[in-house]
């Protein structure tokens, strides 16, 4: 994702997925494959109030553009994200309770992101750009998802925090107003907002992989970023290259695959 507050970040390992339980959990609950992070700066509320004015401006300007809502791949998009739902929900106490939302925009340059309050948005021309097949569809709806679920707002926020004076009181508002013009904070953030990505490929494989679809089909989106290898210019780069995601997504597939078969045997 590339709009800005989307798609950051988190702090610890909270994406830890715990598969003992997998095919048990699978036949009669849905699996849980992460956990809510702790003792952060602000409530995941003020957050989520902070941010939500973003999808507000991403809705306004794919309306102002006439470029708001589905054309083509409206049933195929509301099917696949309508299958992550409740792994979503499933994950966290918080994750449980939030709106989830699906939008689909045309606006050029808008990929796919998600809020801290469950407001994902994808844009169909990236749908279309990519080819992308349900499998991989689902692992970008998932990834994105996973932003959500691990707090990763909140957790750039808070390390953004702890890299600042501590005398002075700071509200959510005031961090993004300093991350807008604090190159030096923006540079020194760069591992954190890597590491975010990081586990929501790793967390967004295994929701996608225990909602029924194919691990090795999904990770067919980043093997052709791998292959094209184009790391933008950019003065922060807030995602890891493309091939040391895959190389992660490969590590991860026996699990995914445990998931995917245990989805499977459940409906037979
Ligand atoms: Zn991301």
């Known amino acids: 994702m590339k709009t800005l ?5 988190r702090m ?8 003992a339980s997998a095919g048990a959990a699978a036949a009669d609950r849905w699996a849980q494959l992460a956990y ?14 902070a941010t939500a004015g973003n999808f507000d401006d991403i ?9 708001y809502g589905c054309e083509t791949s409206c049933e195929r998009v509301r099917r696949v994200f309508e299958r992550l739902v409740p792994l979503a929900r499933a994950q966290t106490p918080r994750a449980r309770h939030l709106p989830w939302t699906l939008t689909v925009v045309r606006t050029p340059g808008v990929e796919a992101l998600a809020l801290p309050g469950g407001q994902v948005v994808i844009s169909e021309a990236f749908i279309h750009e990519h080819k ?19 707090e990763h707002e909140r957790q750039t926020l808070h390390f953004a925090r ?25 540079s020194s953030l760069e591992p954190v907002m890597q590491q975010g990505e990081f586990e929501a490929d790793e967390l967004g494989l295994l929701l996608a992989s225990a909602a029924g679809y194919a691990p ?18 950019a003065l922060v780069h807030t995602h890891p290259p493309a091939r040391e995601r895959l190389a992660q997504l490969r590590a991860r597939l026996p699990l995914a695959q445990r998931l995917y078969a245990a989805h499977k045997a459940q409906r037979r």
């Not at 507050?5 to 970040?9: E, L, S, T």
């Not at 809510?36 to 109030?49: C, D, F, N, Q």
């Not at 499998?135 to 932003?147: C, I, K």
């Open 132 to 150: 992308m097949p349900d499998t991989q569809l689902a692992f970008v709806l998932a990834h994105e998802m996973a932003h959500s679920i691990l």
């Open 5 to 9: 507050p989307a798609c950051w970040m």
């Open 59 to 67: 809705v306004r300007r794919a309306k102002g553009q006439g470029q």
């Open 36 to 49: 809510e992070p702790v003792a952060l700066a602000w409530s995941a509320g003020e957050v989520e109030r």
């Open 162 to 186: 702890m890299l600042l004076r501590q005398d002075v009181p700071r509200s959510v508002a005031d961090m993004y107003v300093e991350m807008g013009y604090n190159f030096a904070l923006l």
């Open 216 to 233: 090795r089909d999904q990770i067919g989106f980043m093997a052709r970023q791998a292959v094209m290898d184009k790391t933008p210019r």
């Open 12 to 19: 610890t390992l909270a994406c830890i997925a715990s598969l």
